[in-house]
C-alpha cells in the first residue's frame, strides 16, 4: 500500500486570492489518492514557526519575509513557496510572470489610444518591482514614458491610512490627462478610482485605471468596475503541488523560479475608452461601445452617424488599423471574455452570445477563436 503523505498548505486566511491556489493545490493532491492536506484553520492564521517539530511530508506556503523564508528552511522538510513579496526567496518557488502582467496591462492601455501613463506601486515589495519592470518597458518600447509614485506601505498612529491618501491625491493632480494609470494590485487600483473621482478626474474619460489580481469583489464593487489582470492562480497551485511531488521524491530543486504566464487582462469599466483624434472614428467607437450588444451592423452605424460606410471604413482603418467591423466583433468578444470570466462553467454559451450581439453562440465561438486564439471553453478553463 502507497505511504500517505501529509502536506501543509500555509496561506494566508481570509484572502480571496487564495481560493484558486488551493484549487489547484486540491486538484493535484486527488490525483495522487496518497495526499493529506493540511491547512490553517479558519478561525485564525497561523505562522510558518508552527510547523516546527511538525512530522509531515511537505509544505506549500505563502511566505512574504525573509523571517518567514528562514523559518521554512529550518523546517528540514521541502518547502514550496508561492509568494513573490520578496526577492531572494531562497527556496523552490512558482508563480505567475510578474514582468509579463506588467506589460499585459500596458499594452491594453496603448490599445486604448493613450500616450501618458503611471504607475503606482510599493517600495518594499519585489513583485511591484517587477509589475513596474514589465510595464515600464513595454511602454519604452513604443516610445512612452511613465510618471510614478511608490509609497512606503506602513501603517500605525503617526501615519494613518486616510493621512496615507493626500499624497495620493496631490500626485493624481499633477498628471495631465488623459492617462493610462497601472496599480500594483487591485486594492490599490480602487483606492485610485476614489482619489481620481474626489478630485474630479473622470474614470475612465480622464484616467484610465488597471489594477493587478482579478479579485472579482474588489473590482466588481469598485466605484468604477474594475479591469484587471488575471493572475492563473489555479495553474500556479497545480504546478507548485507538482514541483513539491518531485522535491519529496528525491529531485534536485529548479535553477530558477517557475514562472507562468499571467491568464490574461478582464477589461471593464475602468479602461472602457478610446482616445481618437478622428471626430468621426471616435463617434463611431462610442456608438459600438454603447450598443454592441444589440443587433447592429456597420450599415446602420453609418445611417446613424450620418456617413457613407465607404468614408468610415477609410478613416476607421488610417486611425485604428482596421475596419469599424472588426472593431465591432471585437468590442463584443471582449465582453464575452468578461461574462465567461464572471459565470465560468456556469455560462450558457447561447446566452452569452445574444447578451454580446453574436447571432448565436456558433458566430460567438468563431468570432472569440478569431480573435483570441482559444475557445470560450478554453479561456473558461485555459491550462
Same mark, same amino acid.
Given at each position: 500500500?502507497?505511504?500517505?503523505?501529509?502536506?501543509?498548505?500555509?496561506?494566508?486566511?481570509?484572502?480571496?486570492?487564495?481560493?484558486?491556489?488551493?484549487?489547484?493545490?486540491?486538484?493535484?493532491?486527488?490525483?495522487?489518492?496518497?495526499?493529506?492536506?493540511?491547512?490553517?484553520?479558519?478561525?485564525?492564521?497561523?505562522?510558518?514557526?508552527?510547523?516546527?517539530?511538525? !512530522?509531515?511530508? *511537505?509544505?506549500? #506556503? +505563502?511566505?512574504?519575509?525573509? %523571517?518567514?523564508?528562514?523559518?521554512?528552511?529550518? &523546517?528540514? @522538510?521541502?518547502?514550496?513557496?508561492?509568494?513573490?513579496?520578496?526577492?531572494?526567496?531562497?527556496?523552490?518557488?512558482?508563480?505567475?510572470?510578474?514582468?509579463?502582467?506588467?506589460?499585459?496591462?500596458?499594452?491594453?492601455?496603448?490599445?486604448?489610444?493613450?500616450?501618458?501613463?503611471?504607475?503606482?506601486?510599493?517600495?518594499?515589495?519585489?513583485?511591484?518591482?517587477?509589475?513596474?519592470?514589465?510595464?515600464?518597458?513595454?511602454?519604452?518600447?513604443?516610445?512612452?514614458?511613465?510618471?510614478?509614485?511608490?509609497?512606503?506601505?506602513?501603517?500605525?498612529?503617526?501615519?494613518?491610512?486616510?493621512?496615507?491618501?493626500?499624497?495620493?491625491?496631490?500626485?493624481?493632480?499633477?498628471?495631465? !490627462?488623459?492617462? *493610462?494609470?497601472? #496599480? +500594483?494590485?487591485?486594492?490599490? %487600483?480602487?483606492?485610485?478610482?476614489?482619489?481620481? &473621482?474626489? @478630485?474630479?478626474?473622470?474614470?475612465?474619460?480622464?484616467?484610465?485605471?488597471?489594477?493587478?489580481?482579478?479579485?472579482?469583489?474588489?473590482?466588481?464593487?469598485?466605484?468604477?468596475?474594475?479591469?484587471?489582470?488575471?493572475?492563473?492562480?489555479?495553474?500556479?497551485?497545480?504546478?507548485?503541488?507538482?514541483?513539491?511531488?518531485?522535491?519529496?521524491?528525491?529531485?534536485?530543486?529548479?535553477?530558477?523560479?517557475?514562472?507562468?504566464?499571467?491568464?490574461?487582462?478582464?477589461?471593464?469599466?475602468?479602461?472602457?475608452?478610446?482616445?481618437?483624434?478622428?471626430?468621426?472614428?471616435?463617434?463611431?467607437?462610442?456608438?459600438?461601445?454603447?450598443?454592441?450588444?444589440?443587433?447592429?451592423?456597420?450599415?446602420?452605424?453609418?445611417?446613424?452617424?450620418?456617413?457613407?460606410?465607404?468614408?468610415?471604413?477609410?478613416?476607421?482603418?488610417?486611425?485604428?488599423?482596421?475596419?469599424?467591423?472588426?472593431?465591432?466583433?471585437?468590442?463584443?468578444?471582449?465582453?464575452?471574455?468578461?461574462?465567461?470570466?464572471?459565470?465560468?462553467?456556469?455560462?450558457?454559451?447561447?446566452?452569452?452570445?445574444?447578451?454580446?450581439?453574436?447571432?448565436?453562440?456558433?458566430?460567438?465561438?468563431?468570432?472569440?477563436?478569431?480573435?483570441?486564439?482559444?475557445?470560450?471553453?478554453?479561456?473558461?478553463?485555459?491550462?
Amino acid at each position: 500500500m502507497a505511504k500517505i503523505k501529509r502536506i501543509a498548505v500555509w496561506h494566508p486566511v481570509g484572502d480571496p486570492q487564495q481560493m484558486p491556489l488551493l484549487r489547484g493545490i486540491s486538484d493535484y493532491a486527488r490525483q495522487q489518492g496518497t495526499w493529506v492536506l493540511q491547512t490553517n484553520p479558519e478561525i485564525f492564521s497561523r505562522g510558518i514557526r508552527d510547523l516546527a517539530g511538525w !512530522p509531515g511530508d *511537505g509544505v506549500i #506556503a +505563502v511566505l512574504r519575509s525573509p %523571517a518567514e523564508i528562514a523559518a521554512a528552511r529550518n &523546517l528540514k @522538510i521541502p518547502v514550496v513557496n508561492l509568494s513573490g513579496a520578496v526577492r531572494h526567496a531562497g527556496l523552490p518557488r512558482v508563480m505567475v510572470d510578474q514582468v509579463a502582467m506588467g506589460r499585459l496591462a500596458a499594452e491594453h492601455l496603448i490599445a486604448c489610444g493613450l500616450s501618458r501613463f503611471a504607475y503606482y506601486g510599493e517600495r518594499e515589495t519585489w513583485y511591484s518591482q517587477q509589475r513596474k519592470e514589465g510595464f515600464v518597458a513595454a511602454l519604452a518600447a513604443k516610445g512612452y514614458t511613465c510618471g510614478m509614485l511608490e509609497p512606503t506601505t506602513r501603517f500605525g498612529r503617526r501615519n494613518p491610512w486616510y493621512k496615507w491618501l493626500e499624497p495620493i491625491e496631490k500626485w493624481l493632480k499633477t498628471l495631465q !490627462p488623459p492617462l *493610462g494609470l497601472l #496599480a +500594483v494590485h487591485d486594492y490599490a %487600483a480602487t483606492m485610485l478610482v476614489e482619489s481620481c &473621482l474626489r @478630485i474630479g478626474r473622470r474614470v475612465p474619460d480622464d484616467v484610465a485605471v488597471v489594477g493587478i489580481g482579478n479579485d472579482t469583489i474588489t473590482c466588481e464593487f469598485c466605484e468604477v468596475p474594475l479591469s484587471s489582470v488575471a493572475r492563473s492562480n489555479r495553474e500556479v497551485g497545480y504546478e507548485a503541488a507538482a514541483l513539491l511531488d518531485r522535491l519529496m521524491a528525491g529531485e534536485p530543486p529548479p535553477p530558477a523560479d517557475i514562472l507562468l504566464p499571467p491568464e490574461g487582462l478582464i477589461r471593464r469599466r475602468s479602461t472602457e475608452v478610446l482616445v481618437v483624434g478622428d471626430r468621426h472614428v471616435k463617434a463611431a467607437v462610442e456608438y459600438i461601445q454603447a450598443h454592441a450588444s444589440q443587433p447592429l451592423c456597420v450599415e446602420s452605424l453609418c445611417k446613424q452617424l450620418s456617413i457613407s460606410h465607404r468614408l468610415l471604413d477609410l478613416r476607421f482603418r488610417k486611425c485604428m488599423g482596421f475596419p469599424p467591423r472588426e472593431f465591432l466583433c471585437r468590442t463584443r468578444v471582449e465582453r464575452a471574455k468578461r461574462l465567461l470570466a464572471a459565470a465560468g462553467d456556469n455560462a450558457k454559451l447561447q446566452q452569452v452570445a445574444k447578451a454580446c450581439g453574436f447571432s448565436g453562440a456558433r458566430h460567438l465561438r468563431a468570432a472569440f477563436k478569431r480573435v483570441t486564439g482559444l475557445t470560450p471553453a478554453e479561456y473558461r478553463r485555459p491550462t
